[in-house]
């Protein structure tokens, strides 16, 4: 299963990094997420449907510009 790294410059606690789950939880095929307030980065497991331009997308629509590390 695809693992991608990103690194999130927005986030700032973990009420971003709960904003960000729930949100990625709703798409099809996301199977697992961590991530690191401190670091501003995190770890997307995922599969079909999912792709990381799904991932990528949804991010920045809700304010969370994602970048691939
Ligand atoms: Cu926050």
Known sequence: ???IKLSVPNIS?????????TELMDIEGIRDISA???????LVTYESPATEAVILTTLQQINYPATPI
């Open 1 to 3: 299963m695809p693992v």
């Open 36 to 42: 690191d307030a401190g670091k501003k980065e995190m």
């Open 13 to 21: 606690c973990h009420h971003c990094i709960k904003a960000i789950t």
